[in-house]
């Protein structure tokens, strides 16, 4: 597959714990990936250390083939990741209007698929309130202007923390929904969440990380196979 | 009567000087996170240069149009060879280095201009007084400072409410890391709202100058009631420290004339007030 990102032995710390211990990851153009794992196992950190947001102590990782360790997180922003943070990271001082308007800008490539009424359209509710600061609205609307606000960059890859963590089972279907309409538009997505059915119904490929390692990686169908595994591994 | 709103525009006045210093300040702790002790040198540098470049350029509004874009110049240096590198210190280690600042600042200070008071020339054709009632005058320049502060007060609330910067602000005052991971570079991001922190306590410093004149330990005093302003208008808002500003002027000049043996505490009776009514301030985030 060609790959969009890749990493490989990415060792990570938080203070003197060793929370990622030689993660090899990677995700392919238009590609779905579900990192899987109980709390603390360091799903988190992968994502945060694929943004730039928590440094690696050692590894390597390529975005579109080049070497962006090291990377500010704004450079790897614009070279084409958009990121979901887990607790979303709305603006609430600023209106979903200008959280959207915020991040606008034309792909790495050049591409201008997401635009502030395309964005409208995959979520009417945020066309609703336009006009409302981002500390007035419900989860579920936080969560579809967090997804909402990093589309607007145009990425090629969407890194989503905890998607549906908190969301009423209605507004999961929601997110679910337009993340598969995302993933149709040929957008690469990395989705963290704790559904197991939703994320087999949305990804191609699964990862599950165990202390700092990872222990499953596979398709759809493989998962499936070691249902007794991964179960046990994610406490289901 | 005529006491009364002398004191009103006195108060005003002062706390609308005090806004451009305390603006700068509640921008820098609430966006950067940085307890900026060296603030008030800034004004204090701003007053005794208001001195040299008002003899070379021969006005105070030239002073302040020259002493703007130095001033900015000025604090992006030291932004950059300082204070960033505290960003990711805790505030023991901030209190020191912009505690050392002040000691390096007021050496320069004493080097450069000595250890008197200095009094700066107002422009002649604002030294007059105009007569607001049958028996009350009011310096034409105190209000053409109020003019320009008030001027200087909206141009940086449009910029923050209805600006590509002023967002940038916002949501930066908010969540530093998420702007940084749409795509915006904080280190630039800081390096303009620290020096646009130096460049408002300076501009404050300069148009004070023709007052208050410019002496030794100026900066200290506008420092400690700038902070008294970011703690009542909530830290890192602008509406904030506007009123916050304005309360503490007022209550500053009526406090002198009637309340004089208490005046002295009155604006921090004032804080206490409300840090016990609204302890994040009047427009900071619970």
């Known amino acids: 597959m060609n790959e969009l990102l890749e990493a490989r032995g990415l060792n990570a710390y938080y203070g003197a714990s060793h929370v990622l211990r030689g993660v090899d990851f990677r995700v392919g153009r238009g590609e779905t990936v579900s990192l899987l794992g109980r709390n603390g196992m360091g799903k988190t950190t992968l994502l945060r250390t694929l943004m730039g947001l928590t440094p690696s102590k050692s590894g390597d990782i390529r975005l579109g083939g080049a070497d962006i360790r090291g990377w500010r997180p704004s450079a790897i922003a614009r070279a084409g990741v958009g990121f979901v943070p887990e607790g979303r990271g709305i603006f609430p001082n600023l209106t979903v209007e200008e959280n959207l308007v915020f991040a606008a800008r034309e792909g790495a490539d050049g591409r201008r698929d997401w635009t502030r009424e395309g964005i409208f359209a995959l979520f009417p509710r945020l066309a609703e309130r336009r006009t409302n600061w981002g500390n007035q609205l419900s989860g579920g609307e936080q969560q579809m202007l967090t997804i909402g606000r990093a589309l607007m960059s145009n990425p090629a890859l969407l890194m989503v923390d905890e998607a549906t963590e908190g969301l009423a089972p209605l507004v999961r279907d929601d997110i679910w929904r337009t993340l598969k309409l995302i993933a149709d538009k040929g957008v690469a997505i990395v989705v963290v969440d704790k559904n197991l059915d939703d994320l087999k119904a949305l990804c191609r490929r699964h990862v599950i990380l165990v202390k700092g390692e990872v222990v499953f990686e596979g398709s759809t169908e493989e998962l499936a196979a070691r249902d007794d595994f991964v179960r046990s591994q994610l406490g289901l | ?286």
């Open chain 2, 1 to 286: 009567m005529s006491l009364i709103l002398l004191q009103i525009l006195n108060g005003l006045q002062y706390g609308l000087l005090l806004f451009l210093a305390a603006s700068g300040l509640t921008l820098v702790f609430g966006i950067l996170g940085i307890i900026n002790l060296a603030h008030g040198a800034f004004y204090m540098l701003g007053a005794y240069a208001a001195l040299t470049l008002t003899a070379r350029l021969g006005d105070i509004f030239l002073a302040l149009a020259a002493g703007i874009p130095l001033a900015f110049a000025f604090g992006a240096a030291i932004e950059w060879l300082f204070i960033r590198h505290l960003y990711k210190r805790d505030h023991l280690q901030q209190v020191l280095l912009t505690f050392a600042l002040i000691l390096v600042f007021n050496e320069i200070q004493q080097t450069v201009w000595g250890n008197y008071p200095l009094s700066i020339p107002m422009p002649s054709y604002l030294s007059s007084s105009i007569s607001l009632t049958a028996d009350l005058g009011y310096p034409v320049y105190r209000l053409a400072l109020m003019a320009i502060c008030i001027v200087l007060a909206l141009v940086m609330m449009f910029v923050i409410q209805n600006t590509r910067a002023g967002r940038l602000i916002r949501a930066a005052e908010s969540n530093p890391e998420m702007v940084e991971a749409l795509g915006f570079d904080s280190r630039i991001l800081f390096r303009i709202v620290f020096a646009t922190g130096a460049a408002l306590a300076a501009a404050a410093g300069i148009l004070a100058a023709p007052v208050e004149s410019a002496y030794p330990g100026i900066g200290d005093r506008v420092l400690i009631i700038s902070f008294v302003v970011v703690v009542i208008g909530g830290i890192g808002s602008i509406r904030g420290a506007f009123l916050g500003s304005l309360l503490i002027g007022l209550a500053d000049a009526f406090g002198k004339v009637f309340v004089p043996k208490f005046s002295s505490v009155l604006i921090y009776a004032l804080m206490a007030l409300v840090l016990v009514l609204r302890p994040s301030g009047l427009f900071g985030r619970q």
